[in-house]
């Protein structure tokens, strides 16, 4: 079954961390390039941050310094590490892949940071 499993969201407080990690099932995973989007209630889906199959990486503004991407070829997997969260990277956040003929979107996995 080709499909994209996201785990690790919840509620964490401001200045805390969270790891959120993605499984690919069904795939090629190496020639995908992987992704993390979200999307806040009311607002558009955003990019967060992105893995080329080529290992490197690129990251919207506002999460700069405090996300990392990265990836597990041999886990089939993305991850992305969250520090230093703040109420406003609060949000669904979804595990994207996009390869030569198919792109894959997750299910999603809810991040509430909130005192």
């Known amino acids: 079954q080709v499909q994209l499993v996201e785990s690790g969201g919840g509620l964490v407080q401001p200045g805390g961390s969270l790891r959120l990690s993605c499984v690919a099932s069904?795939?090629?995973?190496?020639?995908?390039?992987m992704a993390w989007y979200r999307q806040a209630p009311g607002k558009q889906r955003e990019l967060v941050a992105r893995?080329?199959?080529?290992?490197?990486?690129n990251y919207a503004d506002s999460v700069k310094g405090r996300f990392t991407i990265s990836r597990d070829n041999a886990l089939n997997s993305v991850f992305l590490q969250m520090n230093s969260l703040k109420p406003e990277d609060t949000a669904d956040y979804y595990c994207n892949a996009v390869g030569p003929l198919t792109t894959l979107w997750g299910q999603g996995t809810q991040v509430t940071v909130s005192s």
């Open positions: 893995v080329a199959t080529s290992g490197s990486t």
């Open positions: 069904g795939i090629h995973f190496p020639i995908y390039a």
